[in-house]
Protein backbone atom coordinates (compact mmCIF):
# COMPACT_ATOMS: atom_id res chain seq x y z
CA UNK A 1 0.00 0.00 0.00
CA UNK A 2 1.37 3.42 -1.07
CA UNK A 3 2.02 5.65 1.63
CA UNK A 4 -0.46 8.86 1.70
CA UNK A 5 1.92 12.14 1.90
CA UNK A 6 -0.26 13.78 4.75
CA UNK A 7 0.97 17.73 3.72
CA UNK A 8 0.14 17.80 0.02
CA UNK A 9 1.41 20.97 -1.13
CA UNK A 10 -1.35 23.23 -3.15
CA UNK A 11 -1.41 23.82 -6.45
CA UNK A 12 -1.30 27.40 -6.43
CA UNK A 13 1.12 28.87 -4.10
CA UNK A 14 0.62 32.67 -2.82
CA UNK A 15 3.33 33.39 -4.72
CA UNK A 16 1.54 32.58 -7.61
CA UNK A 17 -2.05 34.36 -6.77
CA UNK A 18 0.13 37.25 -6.02
CA UNK A 19 1.51 37.26 -9.55
CA UNK A 20 -1.51 36.55 -11.42
CA UNK A 21 -2.73 39.46 -9.23
CA UNK A 22 -0.39 42.23 -10.37
CA UNK A 23 -0.73 40.58 -14.00
CA UNK A 24 -4.20 41.70 -13.54
CA UNK A 25 -3.98 45.23 -11.75
CA UNK A 26 -1.44 45.89 -14.71
CA UNK A 27 -3.70 45.25 -17.84
CA UNK A 28 -6.41 46.99 -15.60
CA UNK A 29 -3.90 50.13 -15.42
CA UNK A 30 -2.67 49.85 -18.64
CA UNK A 31 -6.02 49.81 -20.13
CA UNK A 32 -6.90 52.61 -18.24
CA UNK A 33 -4.26 54.60 -19.53
CA UNK A 34 -4.81 54.04 -22.78
CA UNK A 35 -8.27 54.93 -22.44
CA UNK A 36 -7.36 58.41 -20.79
CA UNK A 37 -4.99 59.06 -24.07
CA UNK A 38 -7.64 58.14 -26.40
CA UNK A 39 -9.80 60.61 -24.57
CA UNK A 40 -7.08 63.23 -24.49
CA UNK A 41 -6.27 62.65 -28.37
CA UNK A 42 -10.12 62.73 -28.87
CA UNK A 43 -10.71 66.26 -27.18
CA UNK A 44 -7.60 67.71 -28.89
CA UNK A 45 -8.42 66.85 -32.19
CA UNK A 46 -11.88 67.93 -31.70
CA UNK A 47 -10.54 71.06 -30.56
CA UNK A 48 -8.23 71.93 -33.30
CA UNK A 49 -11.43 70.51 -36.12
CA UNK A 50 -13.17 74.08 -33.93
CA UNK A 51 -9.98 75.83 -34.03
CA UNK A 52 -9.70 75.30 -37.92
CA UNK A 53 -12.69 77.36 -38.56
CA UNK A 54 -11.42 80.88 -37.83
CA UNK A 55 -8.86 83.19 -36.90
CA UNK A 56 -8.65 86.09 -34.45
CA UNK A 57 -7.33 88.31 -36.31
CA UNK A 58 -7.14 90.93 -34.13
CA UNK A 59 -7.98 92.11 -30.70
CA UNK A 60 -9.33 96.01 -31.09
CA UNK A 61 -9.29 98.24 -28.41
CA UNK A 62 -12.82 99.90 -27.76
CA UNK A 63 -14.23 101.60 -25.08
CA UNK A 64 -16.85 100.39 -22.37
CA UNK A 65 -19.34 102.53 -20.44
CA UNK A 66 -20.00 102.14 -17.02
CA UNK A 67 -21.71 104.62 -15.07
CA UNK A 68 -21.34 107.72 -17.62
CA UNK A 69 -17.09 106.86 -17.88
CA UNK A 70 -15.56 105.39 -20.67
CA UNK A 71 -13.08 103.11 -19.90
CA UNK A 72 -10.19 101.75 -22.27
CA UNK A 73 -11.05 98.68 -23.10
CA UNK A 74 -9.10 96.15 -25.04
CA UNK A 75 -11.41 92.71 -26.54
CA UNK A 76 -11.77 90.14 -29.12
CA UNK A 77 -13.47 91.68 -32.57
CA UNK A 78 -16.46 89.86 -33.25
CA UNK A 79 -17.27 90.57 -36.11
CA UNK A 80 -13.67 89.23 -37.66
CA UNK A 81 -15.02 86.14 -36.02
CA UNK A 82 -18.17 85.89 -37.19
CA UNK A 83 -19.44 83.96 -34.06
CA UNK A 84 -19.70 84.21 -30.80
CA UNK A 85 -17.79 81.68 -28.31
CA UNK A 86 -20.85 80.45 -26.64
CA UNK A 87 -21.91 78.80 -30.45
CA UNK A 88 -18.34 77.29 -30.51
CA UNK A 89 -18.83 76.09 -26.99
CA UNK A 90 -22.15 74.39 -27.88
CA UNK A 91 -20.19 72.80 -31.14
CA UNK A 92 -17.69 71.45 -28.66
CA UNK A 93 -20.73 69.88 -26.15
CA UNK A 94 -21.75 73.14 -23.86
CA UNK A 95 -19.71 74.83 -21.51
CA UNK A 96 -17.90 72.42 -19.52
CA UNK A 97 -16.93 70.04 -22.64
CA UNK A 98 -15.62 72.76 -24.52
CA UNK A 99 -13.15 73.98 -21.31
CA UNK A 100 -11.76 70.22 -20.98
CA UNK A 101 -11.05 70.21 -24.60
CA UNK A 102 -9.91 73.35 -25.27
CA UNK A 103 -7.95 73.18 -22.26
CA UNK A 104 -6.03 69.78 -23.48
CA UNK A 105 -5.40 71.90 -26.63
CA UNK A 106 -3.53 74.92 -24.62
CA UNK A 107 -1.87 72.14 -22.24
CA UNK A 108 0.21 71.60 -25.63
CA UNK A 109 3.36 73.20 -26.70
CA UNK A 110 2.96 75.85 -28.39
CA UNK A 111 4.97 74.96 -31.54
CA UNK A 112 2.34 72.53 -32.56
CA UNK A 113 -0.95 73.80 -31.45
CA UNK A 114 -0.63 77.18 -32.40
CA UNK A 115 -3.96 78.67 -32.24
CA UNK A 116 -3.84 79.84 -28.79
CA UNK A 117 -5.58 83.15 -29.01
CA UNK A 118 -8.55 81.37 -30.83
CA UNK A 119 -8.52 78.58 -28.35
CA UNK A 120 -8.85 81.26 -25.77
CA UNK A 121 -11.83 83.17 -27.86
CA UNK A 122 -13.72 80.04 -27.07
CA UNK A 123 -12.94 79.63 -23.59
CA UNK A 124 -14.15 83.05 -22.99
CA UNK A 125 -17.43 81.49 -24.10
CA UNK A 126 -17.14 78.35 -21.53
CA UNK A 127 -17.68 81.19 -18.25
CA UNK A 128 -16.15 79.93 -14.85
CA UNK A 129 -15.48 76.34 -16.49
CA UNK A 130 -12.71 77.99 -18.71
CA UNK A 131 -11.14 80.26 -16.19
CA UNK A 132 -8.45 77.78 -15.39
CA UNK A 133 -7.23 76.97 -18.92
CA UNK A 134 -7.43 81.07 -19.03
CA UNK A 135 -5.58 81.64 -16.42
CA UNK A 136 -2.26 79.48 -17.47
CA UNK A 137 -2.04 81.21 -20.70
CA UNK A 138 -1.23 84.40 -18.32
CA UNK A 139 2.44 83.75 -18.17
CA UNK A 140 3.29 82.86 -22.01
CA UNK A 141 5.88 83.92 -23.89
CA UNK A 142 3.53 85.36 -26.54
CA UNK A 143 2.17 88.92 -26.09
CA UNK A 144 -0.51 88.79 -27.63
CA UNK A 145 -1.84 85.89 -26.28
CA UNK A 146 -1.38 86.91 -22.79
CA UNK A 147 -3.25 90.17 -23.96
CA UNK A 148 -5.98 87.40 -25.26
CA UNK A 149 -5.96 85.78 -22.17
CA UNK A 150 -6.79 88.84 -20.36
CA UNK A 151 -9.51 89.82 -22.44
CA UNK A 152 -10.95 86.62 -21.92
CA UNK A 153 -10.95 86.59 -18.18
CA UNK A 154 -12.57 90.40 -18.60
CA UNK A 155 -15.41 89.20 -20.97
CA UNK A 156 -16.17 86.55 -18.36
CA UNK A 157 -16.88 89.49 -15.80
CA UNK A 158 -17.62 88.14 -11.86
CA UNK A 159 -16.88 84.48 -12.66
CA UNK A 160 -13.25 85.12 -12.91
CA UNK A 161 -13.18 86.82 -9.80
CA UNK A 162 -10.47 83.79 -9.07
CA UNK A 163 -7.91 85.24 -11.73
CA UNK A 164 -7.25 88.60 -10.10
CA UNK A 165 -4.17 88.00 -8.07
CA UNK A 166 -3.02 86.19 -11.57
CA UNK A 167 -3.97 89.71 -13.37
CA UNK A 168 -2.71 91.69 -11.19
CA UNK A 169 0.56 90.21 -11.73
CA UNK A 170 0.05 91.40 -15.53
CA UNK A 171 -0.12 94.87 -14.68
CA UNK A 172 3.61 95.89 -15.20
CA UNK A 173 3.82 93.44 -17.86
CA UNK A 174 6.17 94.74 -20.47
CA UNK A 175 3.30 95.18 -23.81
CA UNK A 176 1.13 97.91 -22.90
CA UNK A 177 -1.62 96.56 -24.98
CA UNK A 178 -1.41 93.52 -22.25
CA UNK A 179 -1.25 96.51 -19.43
CA UNK A 180 -4.76 98.00 -20.70
CA UNK A 181 -6.39 94.61 -21.06
CA UNK A 182 -5.17 93.74 -17.58
CA UNK A 183 -6.29 96.81 -16.10
CA UNK A 184 -9.88 97.10 -17.75
CA UNK A 185 -10.12 93.10 -16.45
CA UNK A 186 -9.48 93.73 -13.63
CA UNK A 187 -11.97 96.94 -13.36
CA UNK A 188 -15.01 95.02 -15.01
CA UNK A 189 -15.01 91.94 -12.77
CA UNK A 190 -14.76 94.12 -9.70
CA UNK A 191 -17.09 96.18 -10.78
CA UNK A 192 -19.10 93.45 -11.59
CA UNK A 193 -18.68 91.64 -7.98
CA UNK A 194 -19.56 94.67 -6.61
CA UNK A 195 -22.84 94.79 -8.60
CA UNK A 196 -23.82 91.11 -8.17
CA UNK A 197 -23.22 91.73 -4.32
CA UNK A 198 -25.85 94.45 -4.11
Not at 3 to 27: E, F, N, Q, R, Y
Not at 121 to 134: D, K, P
Not at 161 to 167: K, R, S, V, Y
Amino acid sequence: MDAIDPDPKPKHTVSGILLGTAAILLALGLVWAGTIMVRWYLDVREARQCLGRFWVRKIVMTARFEGGEAHKYIRFREDVVGSRPNEYCEDLGGKTAAARKVGAYLARPGESFPKRREAIFILSGCGRAGVRSIISQLSNEDAEVRCAAACALGEIGAEAEEAEPNLELLLNDPDGDTRIATKSAIDYIRWEVGNRRK
